[in-house]
T-cell receptor, first 115, second 112 residues
């Protein structure tokens, strides 16, 4: 079965540069979520989109922005990168966001290293 | 938000059942209990979820107490590949979102 696809899998950027991560949800899924997981930490929710509209916002820095496109893929844009942004970024997707019993599925993540 | 409490770590002998507890004493009536696991630096993997009744699938069983204040994930025959961090998550209805908030999880080590 098709899973959540994230690209790139690994990315190295310098401080103050900009990075863009992409997420392709499972076919027919209309909701995407972004999570950040720092070294030795648990995944932290950043932001989510439902039907191309932002649906919830977590601990996403103001330097970060995201959007969901008409084909439901999503991009996370990170500007003015800091060393502390080095982390594993997960995207997840689900269908019918407002169903409590629904399940979300995660991609394998994108490693961002800021040097 | 309903919070979850899990032991930070557990060991289990290979081939034995692994029973991972979770407390969610403030869970509300329409919130589901989900279990995910994360094998080192991989994407969290869905295991099972339930509302009130016990659930079983090919990976595990989920036992939810009658008052829904706690649950137990059971891996019936643990293997070395089950070594992972296991997260118990209560899904939070929030406006138009139903986000998954990860707690600290239980690091399960399956011992040969």
């Amino acid at each position: 079965a098709a899973g959540v696809i994230q690209s790139p899998r690994h990315l190295i950027k310098e401080k103050r540069e900009t990075a863009t991560l992409k997420c392709y949800p499972i076919p027919r899924h209309d909701t995407v979520y972004w999570y950040q997981q720092g070294p030795g930490q648990d995944p932290q929710f950043l932001i989510s989109f439902y039907e191309k509209m932002q649906s919830d916002k977590g601990s996403i820095p103001d330097r970060f922005s995201a959007q969901q496109f008409s084909d439901y893929h999503s991009e996370l844009n990170m500007s003015s990168l800091e060393l502390g942004d080095s982390a594993l970024y997960f995207c997840a997707s689900s269908f019918f966001e407002n169903t409590p019993g629904n399940t979300i599925y995660f991609g394998e993540g994108s490693w961002l290293t800021v040097v | 938000d309903a919070k979850t409490t899990q032991p930070p770590s557990m060991d289990c002998a290979e081939g034995r059942a692994a029973n991972l507890p979770c407390n969610h004493s403030t869970i509300s009536g329409n919130e589901y209990v989900y279990w995910y696991r994360q094998i080192h630096s991989q994407g969290p993997q869905y295991i099972i979820h339930g509302l009130k009744n016990n659930e079983t699938n090919e990976m595990a069983s989920l036992i939810i107490t009658e008052d829904r204040k706690s649950s137990t994930l059971i891996l019936p025959h643990a293997t070395l590949r089950d070594t992972a961090v296991y997260y118990c998550i209560v899904r939070v209805p929030f406006n138009t979102g139903n986000q998954f908030y990860f707690g600290t999880g239980t690091s399960l080590t399956v011992i040969p």
